[in-house]
């Protein structure tokens, strides 16, 4: 149950979607479905935080930001934290329980916990879903739980309170997992919601930055291939490191179909803007770039050994292959052959081995004559070289 306790603790929350896209909450008298009455987010946020609302302590002193809980933590999460519940309690004579002691409730999910009211289709709200406030869930919205005799509010501050709560932060900032898509060139005039939520991601979401609210990537068709970027230190960082860094707006210049950007969760980022299969080589540098195991062919095998007991017996280290998946091709010919012509007469002698060794099934050489061997390694990316520069034959 404890290990359970710690997994169920350290779920993410998806971010609250009444929250404004830079994570602040309207100043303005608003109504949502579900809520009985209209209230002003912001002023409820000033008594949730300044006024003593339970006469000698205010909501904060118990639910704490960022989760609502006591003190603000979840407890438990990490092994260093406190072992049991008791930590988020509080002294039930202080919320009037008749049950004393009770835990803290984090308020990540208060926006979408209305519960059941029985009207009747005739005479609405009739809602029989749904789960509830309190402990036991039997109190269908946040207007009618502040209404409990422990509350001290006056009207307003509790229909500013109560929407307040439905405002909530999640722990997870609302431009996490936002996108938009805009045209190329110069933004469009009197332009839409877009271009002002990306005005606001840029500014949420630079991974440089250590106070973001997520890592802002961009992708859009350059040059005829589809090309990803991340957001850092102001520019936008491509996923070649061979091209340079570009603002914004040459970004938009460059780009050869309209832009999709998105903002990742922390962490996610350089994952999702420059390097997918997250193998070290940026997304356009990669051949195989979903593949982990692979971004590039294999460079030159090296130190081919053969057995002196049993000459037509070697193998080659491997250790200089960057890519663990490879197979591999044994070209060769007779030293006659080298002698008269020089590699152009190098043939294909074994093809896809999987390991890095190769016993010869030919005959021997005439007397006075022998074979020479080169080996190259091979993946989904093509072919390394053998060294010398010649055109090799098929090896199928
Ligand atoms: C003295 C500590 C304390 C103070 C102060 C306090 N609360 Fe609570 N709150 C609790 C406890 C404990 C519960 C759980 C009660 C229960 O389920 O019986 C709770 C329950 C809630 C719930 C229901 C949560 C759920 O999941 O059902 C909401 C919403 C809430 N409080 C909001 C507030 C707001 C807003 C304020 C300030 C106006 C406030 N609380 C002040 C301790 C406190």
Redesign the pocket.
Known sequence: MATYRRFMLAVRFPPNPHRNLDDTVPNAVVSIPGQPVAGNPSAGEF??FNVL??QT???K???MVPFGTAGGQLGGVEPSDPPDARAGM?N?D??L?FMTD????H?RW?YE?FGPVYGTAANPPDRKTGFG???E?GVPD?DT??TALV?H?NAQQLKD?AM??NYFPTGTKPAVGHQVTVPAGAPPTGSPQDESDLTTMLAVGDSADPNRHCELVAQALQAGRMRSYEYGGGVWIPDSVADPTLTTTALRTNAGSELTFTCATLGAGTRLGLDWDEDGVYNADDCAPVDPNVAGPPTEIMALGSDPASPKNFTWTTTAIPFPSVQYDVFGSTLSSLQAGGLNGIQCVASNLPTPNFADPRPDPDPGDGYYYFVRGKNSCGSGPIGPAVTLPSCP
């Open positions: 008594n949730f609302t339970e302590v205010g909501c002193d118990c639910h509080i039930g202080l919320v329980s009770v835990k803290v409730p308020l208060a916990r406030y309190d402990h869930g946040l739980f502040f509350f509010m309170t307040y709560v």
